[in-house]
């Protein structure tokens, strides 16, 4: 799966001319150096993928040096980082007149407020010369220090959107997938690089349409399985994803009644995922497109518990909770969405565009 994982990353990267120009603007500019660039996205979005490129044109124009670090390999210490920078990024400090290093810091989503903290008093505050430092995470930097201590001067974000359509056909056509396939199959990944690129390898050479949809759902949900595995979800957790994905919006009172199970000690986890979004209600949300192939696949595989799990919230008066709750049950306005969804999924209507936006 992980040999999987790499091809398709490999595989999955397309456009990004601008952000690689800048990447390339900033090196060759070292008066702007050292600096900070944040670059966020969802998972698969392509912020690996966009690294990796970076670290490919900027070694081809001779302009800079790139070591890309993952934060599982070190400690998150500022004596971890300067280790690994002796040993792999001579000369190391760097100096006025050496050529810039670019320096990614991969998965930075996983060091917690105090040893970010640490990081940037004892790390990148001393920072001199030609260093470029890029955090990689999921969701903008949520540290207010930065903004209070004047961090914002030497800082910038680069948010990594979805693929437009001309940039997921351009790569579904790298994929040898024909000009008349690849728009569909562009509106099932949602402009995901990543899921566009499983597209891409499922479809070409299945020209039955249903069969690769069902193809694709199956294989988005286990490489998602995959990738939350990386994040601690274990096989409770992951049904709680795929109930979650037959509904637009759930909460914990939701769930356990749709499982028909205590889910206490699970819906903590669940709501950190990085694939799940929350709402402006406190209701909570699996992203798409991951919702739509993640219902398909379910509905594939298991459609009676489907139907019982829909069954379960026919009455809008009794919800059975196993534990205490601050609500007794979710509000009529959420179990009308609810049973609404769940019909609107169990017709198979799961292709209608319905997007929800990340935070």
Known sequence: MGAMVARLTAASFQGREREIRRFTELVRSPGLLPRILCVTGPPGIGKSALMEAVRTRLHALGVADVLIVDMHEFDHSPEGLERVLVEYARPWPRRPGDTPLVLVLDGYEGVSVAERRHLREKFTAELNGPVLAVFCERRPPADLLVAKMGWRSVTEEMALAPLDMVEATALLDAHGVSERGSRALALEAMGNPL???VAGAVARGE???????DRLAEEATRLLASRLLQEGLDAHGFNLVEAASLVT???EEVLAAMLRRDIVDHFPRFTALSIVVERASGDYAVAEP?????????????????EQMQAELTDAEVIPLASPSPRTRPSPELLAEVKAALEWQRQGRLREPRRLAWR
């Open 195 to 197: 899921l566009t690129a």
């Open 207 to 213: 020209p039955d349409p249903e069969r690769w949809r």
């Open 249 to 251: 919006s759930v909460n």
């Open 290 to 306: 991951f919702r739509s192939l993640v219902a398909r696949d379910v509905q594939r595989r298991r459609p009676h518990e489907c």
